[in-house]
């Protein structure tokens, strides 16, 4: 039973309102004259000592990150112009006397935060706000399919002795540089707040942005590195100016209209205020006890339906993990948490008044999965054709050969099997997998294995003053790789489907979506989702089937047993209510699911079984920030402590207990999952799944395994205690 409460006795209905179209992007176009270049930090060996950005395609460009911080740091300028020339810190100012440095402060977010924030979707701390523009990243303009083109050059660089004004030996550099070229960039609107309510633009306010930036892009000069050698001049045009005088004469004319104008006319005209998110869509306080969809033991999973979803990534994602020094770290998968926001926020916007819709997560209607790697594995050898298929969390009772090292064409199951004995009794050395996916298409199909792909970007914080690197201000980036493909699926119950049933629910959950930690950088975060056809949920799982067969194997073995493969990390409670990941903690969870199961009891010592795993589990911090709201303050919860995703348990039937109630109760498990925050994709589990009865398992890897090797690329991004970004650093 889930219990909510509110402060008043009355439910107060929801109530929608026409909204402002959403404003189009403003067009950015960079005109560059020499050469330039936003230089990686890394070199080829053997071809040059340093290489420069480029896109999927090997065009050069300059990253959202870097255009972000070279027009914050001249509409700052423009700000205090417009301001009377007043101080950055507004010492002794009036907050009147500085509404356009709130303006800018306002569109490009808190330093520190403009990024998107420290964990997945935190919401704003005390006194700092999320950005309200995305910059996206400038591409070269002109036509990509002529392969003959060339957009890049080398250029050679010595340093010369001060003393002996002779050349230094070992100092000579062949760096990469880019060739003259029209880039295009956008910048988009936000359309919802970190709350998910929807900020509504106002013409007015969308011609003083237009008029900040455009003032802001006649100031910059240059872009990239080695500007002090003439390298990087360019102009920077924001609209649809065709050129740099039309710019300035446009912005002349705005600025004399500005000036002349009296202060009334200017708060009318050129409103320096920020838009409000609209309340609209926000959520009520509940009321009454709601009993939870999934509850009761009647059926395992009848009146549920599944719509799969498939993300591919437009641009690098950074799945949140606990940050390691100076390294901001990726998981390889996208969490629930993510995507649950996402998925919601469609569904409420397309049937904003209905409280069931509203209501839909916290009652148990509706269920996000992670979002897991997929790869094309070998398909059966009766279809002979390579398929799609969501990878599956490695079990952690799989190990490999040592002295076969990654060549291994196979892994033993430590469930089933105990590693072969060399002359003298001695086992074979073996390594288990810890990480990574397993992709298997069918019974009959070969199962590969593999993982995504990800990138490394090493960033800086440039001094505006100084021109020179800010201290103790470098990071790395890692995400995930852009052009990848991940799987999840949307669960929802059968008394929200017959609420949606107006909708077609698979263009609703199409779209494109900003995902995962930074996603507000322009750099980082874009995913285009593809939402499939709407099915039910079977009332036990496939693969407790055989193919082609009528009858049902069902998840227990011949003595009762079955395995649990934790298909996403689980969240248990101990006895006390507090953070657990025991098995006596699991094995409580299922008791309260319905499942009446004990652990399989350890073997005697000194038997064959006694070399067999009962338990291979691993724990993984989890962390979060709360929400947005009233009252919320972007500060960190309490750390969790998960059981990791492709954990596995052995477990029998308890004495006494009903066989075919437990089978219902794990059935029911198996679709909508165990522990805390299921919705989000926590506590998927497999149960009793045919691959961990197999001793012995035969591996390939995919055969188009994402990208290969681990990119390193350097760009600025804006820092907390320095000027804002301009350039890049060269390492």
Same mark, same amino acid.
């Given at each position: ?15 929608h ?9 403003l067009?950015?176009r ?6 330039w ?14 290489t ?25 300028v ?42 997945? *979707? ?7 706000t ?26 050679v ?40 309510? %929807? ?35 360019? @102009? ?6 065709? *050129? ?27 409103p ?15 009321i ?34 606990v940050?390691?020094s ?39 209607d ?14 059966s ?5 390579? @398929? ?6 490695? %079990?952690?009772?799989l ?23 060399k ?42 003053? @100084?021109g ?19 799987g ?31 996603k ?14 709407v ?17 049902? *194997? ?10 649990l493969?934790?298909?996403? *990390? ?19 969870a ?23 795993f009962?338990?291979?589990?691993r724990?993984?911090?989890?962390d ?13 919860? %309490? ?49 009793g799944? %045919?691959?961990?009865?197999?001793e ?20 600025t ?12 650093v060269?390492?």
């Open positions: 039973m889930i219990t909510t409460l509110r402060a008043s006795e009355e439910r107060t209905p929801m109530t309102t026409n909204r402002s179209a959403q404003p189009e992007a067009p950015i960079i005109q560059f004259t020499t050469n270049g936003v230089a990686t930090g890394e070199g080829s060996r053997g071809i040059v000592n340093s420069v950005e480029t896109d999927a395609k090997g065009y050069p460009l300059v990253r959202a990150t870097v255009l972000t911080g070279i027009m914050r740091e001249q509409a700052e423009v700000a205090r112009a417009l301001d009377g020339g007043g101080e950055p810190d507004g010492a002794g100012r009036d907050e009147a006397a500085q509404q356009w440095q709130t303006f800018v402060a306002g569109l490009f977010g808190s330093r520190g935060r403009a990024a998107g924030g420290s964990g997945e *979707d935190a919401a704003p701390s005390e006194g700092t999320a950005r309200l523009l995305i910059f996206g990243d400038a591409k070269i303009d002109k036509d990509r399919e002529d392969s003959n083109q060339k957009c890049t050059t080398e250029a660089s010595i340093s010369i002795d001060p003393e002996t004004g002779s050349v230094k030996n070992d100092f000579f550099r062949t760096i990469e540089r880019a060739t003259a070229n029209t880039l295009t960039s956008t910048v988009d609107f936000m359309a919802v707040d970190h709350a998910g309510n %929807p900020i509504e633009w106002t013409e007015e306010q969308q011609q003083a942005v237009r008029f900040v930036l455009s003032l802001a892009a006649t100031l910059v000069r240059g872009i990239g590195s080695d500007r002090s050698a003439g390298d990087g001049e360019c @102009t920077v045009l924001v609209g649809e100016h065709s *050129d740099e005088v039309q710019q300035r004469q446009w912005c002349k004319k705005k600025m004399e209209e500005y000036l002349s104008a009296s202060s009334e006319e200017r708060e009318k005209k050129w320096p205020h920020l838009p409000e998110a609209s309340q609209d869509l926000k959520a009520a306080p509940l009454e006890t709601q009993r939870d969809a999934t509850h009761g033991h009647d059926t395992a999973s009848a009146g549920f339906v599944e719509i799969p979803l498939t993300l591919k990534l437009c641009s690098p994602v950074v799945s949140y993990e940050p390691m100076n390294e901001v770290r990726t998981l390889d998968f996208l969490r629930g948490t993510t995507l649950l926001p996402w998925v919601h926020s469609r569904l409420r916007a397309a049937m904003p008044d209905s409280e069931i819709v509203r209501d839909a997560a916290v009652n148990g509706l269920f996000v999965s992670d979002a897991l790697f997929m790869a094309k594995a070998p398909g050898p009766s279809s002979g054709e390579d @398929t799609p298929v969501v990878g599956l969390p490695a %079990p952690l009772c190990s490999r050969s040592k002295a076969a090292g990654d060549d291994a064409d196979h892994v033993l199951n430590r469930l089933r099997t105990a590693p072969a004995k002359d003298g009794g001695i086992p074979e050395a073996h390594v288990p997998l810890r990480g990574g996916f397993i992709f298997h298409s069918g019974a009959e199909a070969p199962i590969s294995f593999g993982a995504p792909s990800t990138v490394g970007r090493q960033s800086n914080a440039h001094n505006a003053v @100084t020179a690197t800010a201290n103790a201000q470098l990071f790395l980036v890692r995400a995930l790789a852009a052009e990848q493909d991940f999840a699926t949307v669960i929802m119950s059968a008394r929200l489907q017959q609420e949606l049933s107006s909708l077609d629910l698979s263009a609703v959950l199409s779209g494109e979506a900003r995902l995962g930690t930074r507000l950088s322009g750099t980082y975060g874009q995913v285009t989702c593809q939402a499939g056809a099915r039910e949920v079977p009332r036990h799982p496939d693969y407790w089937s055989k193919p082609d067969s009528d009858h049902e *194997d069902g998840p227990w073995e011949d003595d009762n047993t079955t395995t493969w934790c298909a996403s *990390d689980l969240l248990v409670r101990s006895a006390s209510l507090g953070h657990g990941g025991s098995v006596e903690d699991i094995l409580r299922l008791q309260d699911a319905g499942a009446e199961v004990d652990r399989v009891e350890e073997p005697r010592p000194n038997t064959p079984e006694d070399e067999l009962r338990v291979s589990i724990h993984r911090r989890v979060s920030w709360s929400g947005g709201g009233d009252g919320a303050d972007g500060q960190p919860r %309490p750390t969790r402590v998960a059981v990791q995703a492709g954990s596995v348990l052995r477990v029998k039937l308890a004495p006494e207990a009903d066989k075919d109630q437990v089978t219902e109760a794990l059935a029911k498990i198996a679709a909508t999952g165990l522990g805390d925050l299921r919705a989000q994709g926590y506590g998927r589990i497999l149960v799944h %045919p691959l961990l009865r197999e012995r398992i035969t591996i390939t890897q995919p055969p188009n395994e994402a990208p290969a090797g681990t990119e390193a690329s350097a760009d991004e804006d820092c907390a205690d320095s000027e804002a970004v301009e350039g890049s060269e390492a």
